[in-house]
């Protein structure tokens, strides 16, 4: 039998989704993954012989993937700002858009002279809320979920890169009532029901629907963060959202009707999408009236 070398197995693969109409470049990314390997790192072990257990277990991922498993669910983790996440089917799997998110938080959050208080609503598997306080390790970060499942992933992934995130389970902003934040950050369930029929069909089977769809089109959360972030944010705080590349009208229209004092940026995604939003409330405005 001729040497099974990596070069070999990865054509393999590559003719293995296509006969399945599945995406080929996932072969090389679960390779890739499985070794933590660069682009480059692959190239320079083509000629290297595969070990029959690899073989075996790049077969099982493939073999999963067919079956519409998502390639970071059969990794075990997801790359978010540089950093490996674990994920588990209890978490959404964090996206490139929301990479963009945490980077505008870092770049246009107050300096003061404390510590910012930072809350991350829905954290899901923590990427958000650790990659805050990776980044700004002076900051006391906490984070909201509903699911225990999802925080277990959280304080896991928090303690595998020695992040200090304090964890809370419990709907919305109820565990955290009676508290104010500088910043407020969430990548809420955005997702209407009607849109099952056109979304992709690993997502639908193994991404958990308490992080996707909401109630109202897709809008109930941000419907509550309109009617409750400004009991919980100082004078001087802001409210960072993501939302629907759709969204943007009808959810300037929830914050604009809820109350004036609102003031809103938009900003767009490298795609040039509208993707999320800064919400500040003018709270002197308010006192004066």
Known sequence: ??????????????????????????????????????????????????PTTEYEQYQADLAAFAEDQPAQY??????FYGRDFKVTPATLIPRLETEELVEWVLS?????????KVLDVGTGSGAIAITLACERPD?????????????AV????????????????????TPVMGQQFDVIVS????????????????????EPDLALFAPNNGLAFYERFAQEVPAFLE???????????QQKEAIVRIFEQK?????????KDMANWSRMMRVSYDFNRNLLL
């Open 1 to 50: 039998m001729a040497q099974l070398t990596y070069l070999k197995a990865l054509n393999w693969a590559f003719l293995f989704l296509e006969e399945r109409n599945k995406e080929r470049e996932a072969a090389r990314f679960l390779l890739l993954g499985r070794h933590h390997w660069t682009t480059t790192q692959l190239v320079l072990h083509y000629r290297d012989e595969m």
């Open 74 to 79: 059969i990794l075990g983790y997801a790359n």
């Open 139 to 151: 900051w006391q970060v906490s984070a909201v979920d509903i699911s225990p499942a999802a925080i």
């Open 108 to 116: 246009v959050a107050p300096v003061k002279d404390r510590p910012l």
């Open 187 to 206: 990548n809420p369930p955005y997702i209407a029901e009607d849109e099952r029929s056109v979304m992709d069909a690993s997502v639908l089977k193994h």
């Open 235 to 245: 004078p001087d705080g802001a409210l960072f959202l993501e939302f629907g590349y």
């Open 259 to 267: 109350d004036p004092l609102f003031s809103l940026e938009v900003q």
């Open 154 to 173: 959280a304080q896991q992934n928090a303690q595998t890169l020695g992040a200090k995130v304090d964890f809370i389970e419990g709907d919305f902003l």
